[in-house]
């Protein structure tokens, strides 16, 4: 949709660039109140003020996309064209209005629209709206002046900086005396296709009153207890204070802030605030920490948990502590890692919707969050993401150059819709995007020789990311080396693509449209057999940081190679995989009755695992198993699903979508005697508890109304209700 086709004759406004974040206002009348609704877009964000009241709760909107074109080609000059969207807010507003003088006021910020060191900016902060009030408008145009708010600085990695003596409290206000003011500039709307925005927006989900640890006299550390995304509130306790606070995920031996695990960059926001016991946060940015350090002129009213408004529509609990913390640790990680409406790979260092995180994790994320809008907007990123003329899918969506590999992060075309169909059931989204997932798999089969894959842009080729070596003493410090090929890896996960693409294919009634599929698949097979596999061990890549994994994931090395795995992992007793393998190794071992072992993996305390993750104190999994950068992402929690799908049994049947058709076929192990918990699906709640005691295993099992369900255990097989379904077996 075009600008005039969004608002009307509503005119796009702009402002000095010497302005880091302006208020904007102006007055109207209304003769008569009736049902009133606004559309707005503030880039890069907007907070929307009528009489004084904030509109909505919502934060950092409208969310990140690839807003409109740019230059990339002093830069990036290996991108191609890319598609553009760009959304705006509807809010109905008839609630803040009244008869007679009304003032309308919007605080913008650059976001990622106006930011411009590395990534290259989409523009100037701009604004348009249109405020419709029975049938009158009252549309953004000259008449709108705005001038320097508080903030006199803002980055969206680095914090804000505010200067309270700016501040105008009544700015929304219609006494606002705006003679001063400056009128803003009518400038061209933005060449991009506006869309009404359905994803959820960023919110203060919750508030934690942080944990004193010590004061050194001119600042005081403190502790969340977790580690969070958001902001902080402040308190001035004196008046004309400059208070400065820091943030970080952890502490230095010496107990200072440790930048080491964000990559050397710094988090700060700096108040400065005239009067005593006034409180401020930042606006339009976002901080990731667990620790704070502030300057002992203020004191903390409180952390503000902030991220993408998806409810967690599921629980586990089990008597396995490792278990439990990998649940509830990959819960916080993915939230931290949802703004804007997109998934990244951590909340600070880079903030980059990646490909390959995003697609790895979008199967947990749907099963155990309220996602589905969420994953809506994302799949149209991606799709902006791939470059029309060659089908090359970015590493990043929205658009920041970055590392990523073929399969492993283009891939997500076909994944994330397959998974989105999958867990919805909505094909339409299937046919929207199936184009693309045949443009991408011809650029694959462009990257590829004799079937396998060996190549990207740049010669990029990344595999399975963060494979480490081994981190045993007295060598703890060993850094994360990855020995199993990239051409095996992606070659493996682009086969695993095509099949899903088959599958979509048959969903959407267009199976003649990928009938080549399987000759590519084969000759992927064949090579990848004749490449890798060794008839003597009856491995792949000698087995080595989860190899086998692939290709048991495609069918290929029958039960040896399975067994193999097993063995190799019930001695080794913990992971030596990395961002892929350590999803697919624990899903061959359950579904092929070695679910001991899997358990015995997720539940490890060895040198590489979770285990050892919990016990070192981390509240939010790692970007690699031992701390060495990111200590807040989620690719490694991608098998967290694997606690509802196996060890409690919530399965979909092959051909089921939405959960219509389950099986309820839980795993049980040694040393685990009683787990419970619940997916929330498109059909209901399902839910499953179990007890093992005296030989015995009792079940309650609560299946939806619309939901058809069989319970598979050993030889018994028992038709499941709706409602609630308690039984009793010898175990």
């Known amino acids: ?71 990339l080609a002093p830069h990036y000059d290996l991108f191609g064209r890319m598609g553009h969207h760009t959304f705006v807010m ?37 604004l348009c709206f249109d405020l419709k009030i029975g049938d009158e408008h009252i549309a953004s145009d000259e008449k709108l002046k705005y001038k320097q708010s508080e903030i006199i600085y803002s980055n969206i990695y680095r914090g804000e900086r505010i200067d309270a003596s700016l501040m105008i409290d009544n700015f929304a206000s219609v006494d606002c005396d705006d003679s001063d003011w400056d009128n803003v500039k009518i400038i061209d ?6 869309q009404i925005q359905t994803a959820p927006a960023d919110k203060i989900i919750r508030k934690i009153k942080p944990k004193f640890i010590r004061d050194n006299g001119r600042y005081s550390i403190y502790d969340v207890t977790e580690a969070i995304s958001g902001t902080l509130t402040v308190k001035s306790l004196e008046d004309n204070a400059e208070i400065t606070v820091r943030f970080a995920d952890a502490l230095t031996e010496n107990g200072e802030l440790d930048f080491h695990p964000t990559g050397g960059k710094i988090q700060q926001d700096i108040f400065k605030i005239t009067k005593a016991g006034e409180s401020y946060c930042a606006k339009f940015c976002w901080h990731a920490y667990r620790y ?14 902030i991220h993408s408004d998806c409810k967690v529509t ?113 094909a339409d989204v299937l046919n929207q995007y199936f184009d693309n997932m045949l443009k991408y798999v011809d650029y694959m089969v462009s990257r590829s020789e004799n079937g396998l894959v060996w190549k990207e842009e740049k010669d990029w080729c ?46 959407i009634g267009k199976e003649d449209k990928v009938s080549y599929l399987d000759e590519l698949i084969e000759q992927s097979k064949k090579m990848l057999t004749v490449a890798y596999y060794s008839p003597m061990t009856k491995d792949y890549c000698g087995n080595v940081q989860g190899a086998n994994g692939f290709a048991c994931d495609i069918g290929l090395g029958g039960e040896d190679t399975i067994k193999s795995t097993c063995e190799k992992y019930e001695k080794r007793g913990m ?57 807040n992402h989620p690719m490694f929690g991608a098998c967290t699903r694997y606690l509802f799908d196996y060890i409690l049994g919530i ?25 419970q918990g619940y997916i929330t699906t498109v059909q209901g709640v399902i839910k499953v508890k179990y007890d093992i005691w005296q030989g015995k295993v009792g079940f309650s099992i609560t299946i939806p109304e619309t939901t058809s369900a069989v319970f598979r255990y050993k030889d018994n097989e028992i038709k499941l209700s709706s409602g609630e379904n308690n039984f009793e077996l010898e175990l």
């Open 314 to 426: 599921s629980d586990f609990v089990c008597d396995n502590e490792v278990l439990n913390w990998l649940y509830r640790a990959y819960i916080r990680t993915q939230l931290d890692n949802m703004h804007c409406s997109i998934p990244s790979d951590c909340p600070h260092i880079e903030r980059h919707g990646y490909t390959g995180d995003g697609q790895l994790c979008a199967p947990a994320v749907m099963e155990l969050l309220d996602a589905k809008e969420f994953y809506k907007k994302w799949i149209q990123d991606i799709a902006d993401c791939q470059e029309k003329d060659t089908g090359h899918v970015q590493h990043t969506a929205p658009f920041v150059s970055a590392g990523g590999g073929p399969a492993g992060w283009g891939g997500a075309i076909i994944n994330v819709p397959y998974y989105y169909y999958k867990n919805y059931g909505e």
């Open 90 to 126: 509807k809010y109905d507003v008839t609630d803040y209005i009244h008869e007679g003088e009304n003032a309308i006021a919007i605080r913008l910020g650059k976001g990622w629209y106006d930011w411009n060191e590395h990534y290259l900016s989409y523009g100037k902060m701009k």
């Open 1 to 71: 949709m075009t600008s005039k086709d969004m608002f009307g004759t509503a005119k796009w406004c702009g402002f000095d660039e010497k302005c880091e974040s302006p208020y904007v206002r102006r007055n109207f009348t209304v003769e008569k109140k009736e049902k009133a609704e606004i559309l707005i877009c503030g880039l890069g964000f907007f907070e929307l003020y009528i009489n004084s009241k904030k509109v909505s709760d919502d934060l950092l909107v409208p969310a990140y996309t690839q807003y409109n074109d740019r230059d």
């Open 575 to 631: 992971f030596d995989t990395g961002i892929f393998a350590t999803d697919i190794i624990p899903r061959i071992l359950f579904e092929n009755g070695y679910e001991q072992t899997a358990f015995d993996l997720l539940s490890s305390r060895g040198n590489i695992s979770f285990g050892y993750m919990m016990e070192h104190g981390a509240s939010t999994i790692w970007e690699d198993w031992h701390p060495e950068r990111s200590l």
């Open 651 to 675: 399965r979909q049947t092959e051909n089921s979508k939405a959960y219509e058709e389950v099986v309820i076929n839980p795993k049980l192990v040694k040393g685990l005697e009683e787990a």
């Open 462 to 507: 990344l595999g399975d990311w963060c494979s480490p070596t081994e981190y045993l003493l007295p060598e703890p410090h060993l850094k994360s080396r990855v020995q199993i090929p990239e051409t095996y890896v992606n070659t493996a996960l682009f086969v695993k693509q095509m099949e899903n693409l088959k599958e979509i294919a048959s969903v």
């Open 189 to 194: 709307a933005p060449d991009t296709d506006f």
């Open 292 to 305: 704070i350090e502030i300057s002992d002129n203020a004191e903390i009213v409180c952390a503000n948990v």
